[in-house]
């Protein structure tokens, strides 16, 4: 008799702490932005807890006002119980935005730490003819005729990725190196010139790169652009274009133009 009185006690308990389960909205993470570029940043999150109701949608919700929700800018990545961190090139230039990343239950949405960055500048120039660079006032304009795209194995880390110029009638070669995920192209952004290696992996895709010229016909000689130079990339269409608005590379180069490779 104890024992099927105990059975019962016991049914009775555990169906009274079933009844008794609060549920809640999932609890959220957010990453902090990352790899801010004119027109694209690096955001994502996970879930902490699922609150104990299946997750039907997670993802990142935006605004350019604070405190963003799933009735605002939103892109859902998955279902369940998960993560993600990506690159989004959906931004305005010279803009700032709110993200938090988010999860649906049944219960409601839960959001992460909210998060603001801002978009960087476009070009301050806007060269009308492709593939066209003037090297300075006194030296000639070089008119590119092919862009070789490379992965340097020397001095970088997985993922690089190298444009060197070919000009018709010309002995000069401009040689711009990224550090980029997965060796993608660069994108639109401002790029910074740095000195010795990029580093290790977590400073790809910083809007760090590398310029510098060869010239081996003689005068000027090659050159290495300055660390902190300044230049441009579009990325528009899976077609990159290298913009330089009075770009120092060395005493005796200026470069005005821009060139493009198509990567479709």
């Not at 939103?74 to 998960?82: C, N, V």
């Not at 970088?156 to 010309?170: L, P, Q």
């Amino acid at each position: 008799m104890k024992k099927v009185f105990l059975l019962f006690l016991l049914v009775v308990l555990n169906g009274c702490e079933i009844e008794n389960i609060n549920y809640s909205v999932p609890i959220i993470f957010s990453y902090e932005p990352e790899n801010v570029q004119t027109t694209s940043a690096s955001l994502g999150g996970e879930i902490a807890s699922e609150g104990g109701k299946k997750i039907s949608e997670f993802g990142i919700v935006w605004s350019k006002s604070a405190n963003p929700t799933v009735n605002d800018n939103k892109i859902a990545e998955g279902t369940g119980r998960g993560e993600t961190f990506k690159t989004y090139n959906i931004f305005e230039p010279a803009t700032t935005y709110y993200y938090r990343f988010y999860a649906v239950n049944e219960i409601g949405a839960g959001y992460g730490k909210e998060y603001s960055f801002t978009t960087g500048e476009k070009a301050p120039c806007n060269p009308t003819t492709d593939n066209q660079i003037s090297l300075s006032r006194s030296l000639p304009t070089i008119s590119i005729n092919d862009v070789e795209i490379s992965n340097p194995g020397w001095g970088f880390n997985e993922g690089n990725i190298e444009f060197k110029t070919s000009a018709s009638y010309s002995t000069v070669r401009i040689i711009v190196q990224f550090n980029e995920y997965n060796q993608n192209p660069p994108l639109t952004g401002t790029y910074t010139v740095v000195s010795g290696d990029f580093g290790n992996n977590k400073n790809l895709s910083t809007g760090e790169a590398k310029l510098s010229i060869e010239n081996y016909g003689g005068y000027p000689g090659g050159a290495v652009a300055a660390t902190g130079t300044k230049f441009y990339v579009k990325n528009e269409n899976n077609v990159v274009s290298i913009i330089f608005c009075d770009t120092p590379v060395g005493e005796n180069y200026m470069l005005n133009g821009k060139f493009s490779h198509s990567f479709k």
